[in-house]
C-alpha cells in the first residue's frame, strides 16, 4: 500500500501531466445558466428577537461541510501567509468562522426620541455582481442558478482573493485541509474558504434555507428578487424605514429592513463581524473589470483542473 505521501506525489505528477491539455479547453460555462429570476432573502430587522434559532440551524444543517483539516499544519513560504484553525473554536458563535456561516450582531439605535436595541442575523450579502466569483483566480467561487453565489471547497487553495475583494470580508479561511495539502503545501493559499452558501443543495430540493425553516418569529422571507425588493419597500413603508442592499455593491440578494437609518447604527465590527455602511459598486471599477475578463479563462481552467485531479484522486 502507498503511504499518503508518495500518493498524493502520484496524483500531483498525473494532475500537472493533464495540465496543458486542460487549460487548452478554454474557460467553463459561466453565468447562472438560467433565465429565471434570481432569489432573494428578506431580513426584518425589527422582528429579530436575538434568540439565535437560524444560528443553531445553519451549523446542524451545514456541519457536513464543515472543514476537518489535517494536522500538523504544513510549513507556509513565505511566512506572512497566516495560520488561521478554528477546528479547536467551533462553539464560537459571535462572529463569522469557517465552523458558523451565520451570527447575530447587536445593534442600538435611536427610534422616535428613544434608545432601542436591534438584533440583525449576519451572513453573505450574496451580490448580484459578486467580486469574490468574478475575481476568484481558481475559479471555486461560482454563483448558482439561483443567482446565490458559494464556494467550492473540493477546488479553493484558501488564496483569500474572495475576502480581500468582498466589501463585508465575509469569507473566512479555515488552514489544513483542502487542494492545497495535495498540490502545493508549501505555497498556495494554506487553507479553505468558507461562508453562507444559502444552503443551495437544500433549495435544489424545493426546500428553505435551513435559517428561514427555524426562525419562530418568520424574520426573514425568500422568493424572487423583484418580489423581495417590493415587500422590502411596503415593509420599509409601514415602519417609516430603511433598506439596505438595494444598490450596495451593485445590489445584493440580501435586503434587511430597519426601522433606523444604517447609518445610525451603532455596533461592533472587526474581523468576522462585517458593517452596514453604504458600499459602492465594486466590479463597476473599471480595474476590477479588467482584471476579471484576464481572470476569466484561467479561473475557467484551473475549476476544471482541480475538478480533473478530483476525479483522479477519488480512483486513486
Known amino acids: 500500500m502507498r503511504s499518503p505521501v508518495s500518493r498524493r506525489q502520484f496524483l500531483k505528477s498525473t494532475v500537472f501531466a493533464a495540465g496543458a491539455a486542460v487549460v487548452g479547453t478554454g474557460p467553463a460555462a459561466a453565468g447562472p445558466g438560467t433565465e429565471e429570476e434570481p432569489l432573494a432573502t428578506l431580513i426584518d430587522i425589527s422582528r ?34 497566516p495560520v488561521e484553525d478554528w477546528s479547536d473554536q467551533r462553539d464560537v458563535t459571535d462572529r463569522l468562522t469557517p465552523y458558523n456561516w451565520l451570527y447575530i450582531q447587536y445593534a442600538t439605535g435611536t427610534k422616535d426620541g428613544e434608545e432601542i436595541t436591534l438584533t440583525i442575523p449576519r451572513r453573505c450579502m450574496h451580490c448580484q455582481n459578486p467580486p469574490c466569483v468574478k475575481l476568484c483566480p481558481w475559479g471555486a467561487a461560482k454563483q448558482q442558478p439561483s443567482g446565490l453565489s458559494r464556494i467550492d471547497s473540493q477546488l479553493c487553495l484558501g488564496g483569500s482573493k474572495c475576502k480581500d475583494v468582498c466589501p463585508w470580508d465575509i469569507p473566512q479561511r479555515q488552514t489544513g485541509v483542502g487542494l492545497y495539502l495535495d498540490i502545493l503545501p508549501a505555497f498556495a493559499g494554506n487553507g479553505v474558504m468558507y461562508k453562507c452558501d444559502r444552503c443551495y443543495d437544500r433549495l435544489e430540493k424545493g426546500e428553505q434555507p435551513a435559517c428561514i425553516e427555524a426562525c419562530p418569529e418568520q424574520v426573514q422571507v425568500i422568493g424572487r428578487r423583484s418580489e423581495i425588493i417590493a415587500l422590502a419597500k411596503e415593509r420599509a413603508q409601514e415602519m417609516n ?38 458600499v459602492k459598486d465594486t466590479m463597476a471599477d473599471g480595474s476590477n473589470l479588467a482584471l476579471a475578463l484576464v481572470i ?18 477519488e480512483e486513486a
Request: charged content about 20%.
Open 48 to 81: 429579530c428577537i436575538g434568540c439565535e434559532e437560524c444560528v443553531y440551524a445553519c451549523n446542524d444543517a451545514n456541519a457536513r461541510k464543515f472543514p476537518e483539516p489535517e494536522k500538523p499544519f504544513p510549513t507556509m513560504y513565505p511566512s506572512r501567509v
Open 241 to 278: 424605514g430603511h433598506i439596505y442592499g438595494l444598490d450596495e455593491n451593485g445590489g445584493t440578494h440580501t435586503l434587511y429592513v430597519s426601522p433606523v437609518p444604517f447609518d445610525q447604527l451603532t455596533y461592533d465590527t472587526g474581523k468576522g463581524k462585517p458593517h452596514l455602511k453604504p
Open 296 to 313: 476569466a479563462p484561467v479561473a475557467g481552467a484551473a475549476a476544471a483542473l482541480g475538478k480533473f485531479y478530483n476525479r483522479i484522486k
